[in-house]
């Protein structure tokens, strides 16, 4: 089902492999909900800044937070272009030639441009931000004071233009290399989590809350 | 041992949490050294642009290949400025209070410029990318041809500013919410790889080669 698509022009139209390329919503949605860490550009004086922060969506909206005096709230809140890019990479291709090895992967690319939150929509904005991180761990926090919203700043990104790019599948060699005697395949690349770590001064008898139970730890099979 | 810092100023010190700033090349090349994604910034008529790609680091140069016609390619050889980042994420810090949830990472930030790699030296630079993904893979590939090599451009960006941002450890809590009966700790997060796949048409016999025996699966413990 593709619908909803986003406008596509010179700027987010895929060019190499244009059949990686993608433009609905539910694709483009997908890969941001299946992450948490942006890597958020923007150029100050002439030079760009990538800069790696959490995000959380909400329909077209992307929430970031920082403290108030951060460069990418502070250049972020005066409208300037921005570009967001969330990338989940999926395995290393190894082709037969060196020249076909690829990379699996699941890339969306944002562009738009950003505004604070007002203080009076922060609370919601950061709770979005958090259940994308971590679901259910905001109610079981001690919930910001307000002195500690008011250190914090929230800037809502309005997605205007995006595109996904995704590959998936094995190895796409020339067709004389395929009688070569040389190994081609995919090498997953996962991502999980660990045992949780309690806090070195954690009170004895407190139980590892439910949003970490929910979460799959690696090796639970 | 903190030898051979970079350059500082206002657009690469870190100003938030300045203890967690770094800027001798050692903490950098092993945030370097210990990936092959890269998020890479440019700037085209006033639209930063922020690229997923693979690279590799010889010394202070960073290399990165793509189609010859790509934006990427196209753009970076002009000499405009580039910023590139590497980030891992290590972990969820959860706080006691939503305030203090937290990230434990390792990013690095590079400031600079590319240029092409002339033909002459454009294999030697691919090696030195093919190495940083997948050690050995090279030597064990069919090795690009004359026309292969003149589809792949390799841009060489050199590194002028540099910083990392590395945070480690459990959560750090206002004193009178250590008291809250509320669970504290860090959330790991592991990034390695699965067992690898075989193509579908890979010819009988062709054992798995010492590139991807040499790295570590995902639960051989």
Request: hydrophobic content about 40%; proline content about 6%; some cysteine.
């Amino acid at each position: 089902m593709k619908i909803m698509n986003y406008p596509r022009n010179s700027r987010n139209t895929i060019k190499r492999v244009p059949k990686r390329g993608h433009y609905d919503r539910e694709t483009i949605f997908a890969i941001l909900d299946a992450g948490f860490l942006a890597h958020v550009g923007i150029e100050v004086d002439g030079q760009p800044f990538v800069i790696p922060t959490a995000y959380g969506r909400d329909g077209d909206t992307i929430y970031l937070h920082g403290a108030t005096t951060s460069r990418l709230i502070q250049q972020g809140q005066s409208g300037i272009r921005m570009c967001i890019t969330v990338t989940h990479l999926d395995g290393i291709v190894l082709a037969r030639s060196a020249f076909h090895h690829s990379m699996n992967y699941r890339s969306a690319v944002l562009f738009g441009t950003a505004s604070l939150v007002p203080d009076e929509k922060k609370e919601a904005a950061l709770l979005i931000i958090s259940e994308q991180i971590l679901k259910g761990r905001w109610a079981e926090s001690r919930l910001p004071n307000a002195k500690e919203l008011k250190a914090t700043s929230v800037l809502a990104f309005q997605i205007e233009e995006a595109s996904a790019k995704i590959r998936t599948g094995g190895p796409a060699d020339e067709p004389e290399d395929y009688a070569l005697p040389i190994w081609a395949g995919v090498l997953p690349i996962q991502q999980g989590y660990g045992e949780p770590v309690p806090d070195d001064v954690l009170t004895a008898g407190i139980p590892v809350p439910e949003s970490v139970k929910r979460v799959k730890v690696k090796g639970e099979g």
